[in-house]
C-alpha cells in the first residue's frame, strides 16, 4: 500500500512508513497543491500524510473515500470536516503531546516579551530612537504572582502553568468541559467558570481547538469583561479571537497588551497596526517549530499512518466514533 507525504516532514516518517513495509511518495510542497491536484494524487494512494495545511473539506473526503488513514503532521484539526469524514468512517490522525514543551516555551516568551514591551523596543532601536537613558521610557509590567488563567487546559496548557508556577509562584486558575486533576494536584489549579476566567486573569493565555464553539469567542463582550491591565495570549488559532474587538480593548487601555502566534488571516499583513503597539508581539505560527517537535510530530504522523493501513486503531486519533459499531 501507497502513502502520499505532502509538505516538507522530517525523514523519520517516510523510514517508519517503509520499515512497516509500505511505500511512500513525498511531495514536498511548501503551500498546499490546488485541491484537485491533491485528490489526484491521493487517487494514487491509499492513505494521506498532509505536511501543509490542505483543506480536508467534505468534497476532498467524497472524492477520496478509498483512503484508509488520513494523518495531520499537526495537533490543531480545524481544516477537517470531522463529521464528513465520520460519515465515510475515515480515520483522522493527529499530533497532540510531542509539541506541547515547544508550544509552550512560545506562549511563556509572548507573556514577557508583552509585559516590558520587548518586540517594541527591539524595533525602535532598529528605527534609531534609542537616544539618552531614560527612566521614564519602557515601563512594562511584572509577573510575579499574578494569575493565570488559562482557556483549554491540555498538555500544552499544562506545560505552560507549569513554567509559570516555576518562574513567578503565580495562581493557576483554568476553564474546560472537564476537570484537569494533574494541574489541580501538582500546581494548585483552580477551575472556574468563563466569566470568571474573563474576570479574575491576569494573563488569559487560550489553548483551545478551534471550534464552532471557540471561533470570535474572545470578542468585545468578553474583552469587555477581561480585567483592567490584562495580557492576552493566543497560541491556538487566530479565528478564536475577533481581531477588531482585540484591537480596539488595546487602544481603549481597557487591557495592557497582547502575545499572538496565531492571527486571522494568516500571513499577517505588515501593515497591521498591531505591528507597531508597544505591547503587543506578534509571531508567525511557530508554537511547535522546534527540531524536537517536528521529529516528534513526524514520528506520530507516521505511526497514525502505519496503524491505519494495518486496519488497527490510531494511537491519536481526532474521530474515535469511527471506531464506534453503527
Ligand atoms: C498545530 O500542530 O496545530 C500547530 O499549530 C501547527 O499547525
Redesign the pocket.
Known sequence: MKVLITGEVPAIATQIILKNGFEATSVPVRTVMPANELVAACKQHDALLTGV?DKIDAAFLQQCRHLKVIA??????DRVDVAAANELKIPIG???GV?SNA?ADIAFLLILAVARKAFFLHNSIAKGQWKLPDPSVGLGIELKHKTLGIFGLGSIGLELARRCKGAYDMNIIYHNRGNNSTAEKELGARKVSFTELLEQSDILSVHSQLSNETRNLFNADAFNKMKAGAIFIN???GAVHNEDDLMEALRSGKIWGAGLD?TNPEPMRPDNPLLNMPTVAVLP?I??ATKEAREG?ARVAAENIVAGLKGQRLPQVVNPEVYMQS
Open positions: 495545511s495531520l503532521y499537526s495537533a490543531g484539526y493527529n499530533t497532540p509539541l508550544t497560541t491556538s488559532r496565531v505560527h508554537g511547535s510530530m
